[in-house]
């Protein structure tokens, strides 16, 4: 649209140059000066499909974040990434990550989010995968738990729907994404024990892979996250996505 704009403020400094005399061409001129483009307005109001935009808004900067709206107009819910790390596990190995965490909000201006109504959709070269809240059924393969962080009111507190209703409330989701873990804090996130069954990778995601999430509210709009593992995870058990 800049590129646009600056054509026809250019085209109109011509117009005004050449034809000075003429009123109804300097009237053309001044409202082209004023960046009116009445088609320009159209294609940021109409749309026949998904819109996808940048997440920048927020503090998540680290990792590549979009947004894409797959239902109508409106207050929609949304999520804001804060952070997304990928960490060494016990049942993985030192070679892989085993889990993936994130931390969220809702987006600023949008409505609430109901975790158990929220889908992961998990995407890398070999695999595509659905994940839902571990106490929701309905996952092809997969479950998130989650823990509170920030909660103004309690309304994370309900385990079978918990709800982020604030902007200054933090969830921290986590996803076991490789080999089952059992006796850490991974394992000990979730209310029920995970199995190799339920998990999406049985390696995890290995040095050099890379992976995209993404977390659609049951308002049909996804943020979308991509995950790169460093080619070497020596000296490392978190990885910053």
């Not at 290995?206 to 080619?231: C, F, H, K, N």
Request: hydrophobic residues 35%; contains cysteine.
């Amino acid at each position: 649209m800049t590129r646009r704009r600056t054509v026809l403020r250019t085209g109109s400094a011509l117009v005004a140059l050449g034809f000075a005399g003429c009123n109804a061409l300097s009237s053309e001129s001044d409202s082209e000066d004023d960046g009116e483009d009445p088609d320009a307005d159209e294609e940021e109001t109409t749309s026949a499909g998904p819109r996808t935009t940048d997440s920048a808004d927020g503090p998540f900067e680290n990792g590549s974040t979009e947004t894409e709206q797959r239902g109508g107009e409106g207050a929609l819910s949304r999520f804001q990434v804060v952070q997304a790390i990928g960490r060494k596990t016990d049942a993985d190995g030192d070679t892989a990550i085993g889990a993936v965490e994130l931390v969220v909000t809702k987006a600023q201006g949008t409505g609430d989010i109901d975790l158990s109504n929220v889908t992961i959709q998990w995407v890398d070269e070999t695999d595509q995968e659905t994940i839902v809240y571990e106490r929701v059924d309905g996952g092809d393969s997969g479950s998130f738990a989650y823990e509170a962080l920030e909660d103004e009111d309690g309304s994370l507190a309900d385990g079978d729907a918990p709800v982020i209703n604030s902007e200054a409330d933090r969830a921290r989701l986590v996803i076991d994404i490789g080999a089952a873990e059992s006796g850490n804090a991974i394992s000990e996130a979730y209310s029920t024990p995970v199995t190799d069954e339920t998990t999406i990778k049985q390696h995890g995601l290995g040095e050099g892979e890379m992976a995209s999430l993404q977390l659609v509210t049951a308002a049909g709009v996804a943020t979308t996250i991509r995950l790169t593992v460093p080619d070497s995870l020596d000296g490392t058990e978190v990885v910053q996505f």
